[in-house]
C-alpha cells in the first residue's frame, strides 16, 4: 500500500494562510487521484478537495471554495494545498489521500481514497 506523507501543518489566527504538502517516496507511484480530507474531534471525516492524476480535473468542497486551491507538482510527486483566510471551523487534522483504483471516469469525491498518511494538525484561533 502506497504510503502518503503530509507536512505543512500548524497553527494560525483566523485570516491567515497555511500551504499544506503531500508526497510520497514511492519510487513508481500512480494513482487515479489524490486528495485531502480532514476531521475535527467529534466529527465525521470530510473531503475537503482532491486533484486527477495523469489527467485533467480538480474538486474543491464548497465549504471552502474560494479559499483552497489544489494543486499538483507530478515530476516531484506532491499534491499542495493552499489554504487562505482560514477561519476556526477548518481546524482538524488534515490527511493526504491516494485512489489507486479506478475507473478514470469516476467523480472526483467518488474515488475510493485508501492509501493516506499520518495527517498533518491545523489549529486556527480567534
Known amino acids: 500500500q502506497v504510503q502518503m506523507e503530509e507536512s505543512g501543518g500548524g497553527s494560525v489566527q483566523a485570516g491567515g494562510s497555511l500551504r499544506l504538502s503531500c508526497t510520497t517516496s514511492e519510487p513508481t507511484f500512480s494513482a487515479y487521484a489524490v486528495g485531502w480530507f480532514r476531521q475535527a474531534p467529534g466529527k465525521e471525516r470530510e473531503f475537503v478537495a482532491a486533484v486527477r492524476w495523469n489527467r485533467v480535473g480538480s474538486k474543491v468542497a464548497d465549504s471552502v471554495k474560494g479559499r483552497f486551491t489544489i494543486s499538483r507538482d507530478e515530476d516531484k510527486k506532491t499534491v499542495y494545498l493552499q489554504m487562505n483566510s482560514l477561519n476556526p471551523e477548518d481546524t482538524a487534522v488534515y490527511y493526504c489521500?491516494?485512489?489507486?483504483?479506478?475507473?478514470?471516469?469516476?467523480?472526483?469525491?467518488?474515488?475510493?481514497?485508501?492509501?493516506w498518511g499520518q495527517g498533518t494538525q491545523v489549529t486556527v484561533s480567534l
Open positions: 489521500e491516494a485512489a489507486t483504483r479506478g475507473p478514470w471516469n469516476t467523480p472526483i469525491p467518488a474515488f475510493e481514497y485508501t492509501c
